[in-house]
């Protein structure tokens, strides 16, 4: 888990943990608001568009998967407790 790399389960994807910054409110609810990448850019999410428990069939993984509004991109990020991933593509 520290290089942010495991086992594919789709060629060119991986998945990427990932430093997040969110706001916890009273009721135990979480919402992300941004992104910091290995290399320190930060990418805000402007929107949450869905959450739901959901599994990553493209890296593997389960977790509360966020769809987020990021730039012009919709992104999934997952919060698979106690960390935050995406799917990355590589090649």
Not at 30 to 50: K, Q
Not at 76 to 82: A, G, N, S, V
């Amino acid at each position: 888990m520290q290089d942010g790399t495991q086992n594919n389960t789709e060629p060119n994807r991986r998945k990427h943990y990932v430093e997040v910054v969110a706001r916890y409110d009273t009721e135990g609810g979480i919402t992300p608001l941004s992104i910091t990448w290995d290399d320190g850019r930060v990418f805000e999410i402007t929107r949450i568009l869905d959450v739901r428990r959901a599994a990553s069939l493209r890296v593997g993984g389960r977790g509360i998967r966020y769809l987020c509004k990021i730039g012009e991109r919709d992104s999934h990020l997952y919060f698979e407790d106690p960390a935050w991933f995406v799917e990355e593509k590589w090649s």
